[in-house]
């Protein structure tokens, strides 16, 4: 997989004044920078898929970030969060992503929420996103990141690591005809327990950067026009055999009733 930034060789004066560290998005051009600076993404989780995911959007020259996460930077994870360090142990995650954003990039205006996320504060929290990415552990805050999505009509790239797959989508919850898909889809009947997080996934530490590396992709790719979003169709990783393939998701319908997507 092609990673989402490259660095630059050289850098120009202009550039210089752009960024303290500079990566160059390729394919895109002008208009498509533009769009970038101009656009809002409200991350959920600076953790193990949100810590390179809100880093690659920084560095990608998103204008805006909204980070929210109610935990404070552990050791034992930290291996999988790019964004924290040592210093920052004990410190939320808010304030140690935004120092590092900052330093990464420092056009980038972040927004800093240590609340809870629940579905009575969602709606508040993610309004004003362009865009929402999830990287959330439980099912019951992505359910109410899902429904605040779907109300404040946003598209949401969503991802999660589970023993030894990862999985990325994006949702919208007013798409084309042709790219229908339902945020229903996203929690299927008789769903239960709550999925393991990056820390206990442990060795798939490397499956964390790259999943988040590629739900910055996403989020590119939906604001600039660029490629051909993931939207609708479920990318499943194998971090075993580092393979990668697409699952369909269902088209909206008549029926609006919820079916188990597998991998």
Known sequence: MDPLVAPAPTLDPTELVRTARHAVLGGIGEEGQRRLNAAHVAVVGAGGLGSPALLALAAAGIGTLTVIDDDVVELTNLQRQLAHRVDDIGTPKTVSAARAITALAPQTSVVQSSERLSPDNAERLLAGADIVVDTSDSFETRRAVAAASEVLGVPLVWGAVQEWHAQVTVFWSDPPASDAVVLADL?????????????????????????????????????????????????????????????AIRPAGPARVATEVTA
């Open 187 to 247: 929690f299927p009947i008789g769903t239960e327990g709550e999925p393991p997080s990056c820390a206990q996934v442990g060795v798939l530490g490397a499956l964390c950067v790259q999943v988040g590396g590629m739900l910055a992709g996403e989020v590119v790719k939906l604001i600039t026009g660029a490629g051909d979003p993931l939207l609708g169709r479920l990318a499943v990783i194998d971090a075993l055999s580092a393979r990668q393939h697409e699952v």
